[in-house]
């Protein structure tokens, strides 16, 4: 009964990890003024035939803190990253030298920068939605195992075990909340 209970306390934990690494991707896409490869994560082109992440067409980089720059491995495909760029819709205006192509990142104004607060914050209410989820799907395991015979401490015990895990990934949550609302409003 006990390797059922550490077994189900390591599924919430992994769980867990889960959310703050999907919270982390999701972040990393909510631009803080500095430019950022991982800006165009969500970009895909037409590459003879099949939607292809723009990472998988083009070496992607950071030449300062307000441009990227994309070095495509075909050069026949510069304009098509323009094209999906401009259709990804990330408020990039693209340009290229005949050998890469460029986007300058726009520095944020101060009402946008409070609307992507909003957004991170409404990203971290869902990571937490999330781990108190993955809570009471943990605490309702233990008491299925109580059901059929273990003992009420024991039971108890893990729940504030689970407690604990939750606390310290709500913690977590928190902290990369702090970190990402002070690079977002950093000028």
């Known amino acids: 009964m006990i390797e059922e209970v550490n077994f189900n306390l390591d ?15 999701t972040l990393s896409k909510i631009r803080a003024g500095k430019a950022n490869p991982q800006m165009l994560s969500s970009v895909k082109l037409d590459y003879y ?7 998988q067409a083009a ?36 340009s290229n030298n005949g050998e890469k192509v460029i986007v300058n990142v726009p520095p944020l104004t101060e009402e946008r920068r ?22 009471q799907k943990a605490n309702d395991e233990m008491r299925k195992l109580s059901k059929s ?14 407690q604990d895990l ?14 990402k609302e002070q690079d977002i409003m950093t000028v």
């Open 49 to 55: 035939g099949v939607q292809t992440p723009l990472s």
């Open 149 to 162: 015979g273990l003992s009420e401490d024991l039971v108890r015990d893990a729940e504030n075990s689970v």
């Open 114 to 135: 409070k609307d992507l607060v909003k957004q991170v914050k409404s990203e971290i209410e869902n990571a937490k939605v999330s781990i108190r989820n993955h809570r």
């Open 166 to 179: 939750t606390n310290s990934y709500t913690s977590k949550i928190d902290g990369i909340y702090i970190q």
């Open 59 to 94: 070496n992607i980089a950071s030449t300062d803190a307000q441009t990227l720059s994309i070095q495509p491995f075909d050069k026949n495909l510069i304009s098509d990253i323009e094209q999906a760029i401009v259709e990804a819709n990330l408020g990039f205006n693209p």
């Open 11 to 25: 599924v919430a934990k992994e769980a867990m990890d889960d959310v703050i690494s999907r919270l982390e991707f």
